[in-house]
Nanobody, 126 residues
Framework: QVQLVESGGGLAQAGGSLRLSCAAS????????LAWFRQAPGKEREFVAA???????TYYSDGKKGRFTISRDNAKTVSLQVNSLKPEDTAVYYC????????????????????WGQGTQVTVSS
């Protein structure tokens, strides 16, 4: 059974930094990619970044590269570093894993990701 657990969220000031972590357990050998999504109040869930599970290639949503950095910390942990925080970064951040056997590159859509964490709240004050 696959489980994803996010950590590292909290309250931060604008201009500061946060490092979110996603710890995976279970049958992670089936993963193709692990991604971070976020959902702000009243908005749709949006793709932030993804990393290929086997090749560690990284992918970012337009406009996210630069302030957001996704990285593989170890065999089963992926982090998302967020710098120069802005109030509009306030959202629940979710990590998700895609284990689709036909996937070749990480998807920016949420549908292919079958495993999701419970989310971690990030609140940025101005």
């Amino acid at each position: 059974q696959v489980q994803l657990v996010e950590s590292g969220g909290g309250l931060a000031q604008a201009g500061g930094s946060l490092r979110l972590s996603c710890a995976a357990s279970g049958r992670t050998s089936s993963f193709v990619a692990l991604a971070w999504f976020r959902q702000a109040p009243g908005k749709e869930r949006e793709f932030v970044a993804a990393i290929g599970w086997r090749d560690s290639n990284t992918y970012y949503s337009d406009g996210k590269k630069g302030r957001f950095t996704i990285s593989r910390d170890n065999a089963k942990t992926v982090s998302l570093q967020v710098n120069s925080l802005k109030p509009e970064d306030t959202a629940v951040y979710y990590c998700a894993a895609d284990a689709s056997p036909w996937a070749t590159v990480p998807s920016t859509a949420s549908a292919p990701y079958e495993y999701w964490g419970q989310g971690t709240q990030v609140t940025v004050s101005s």
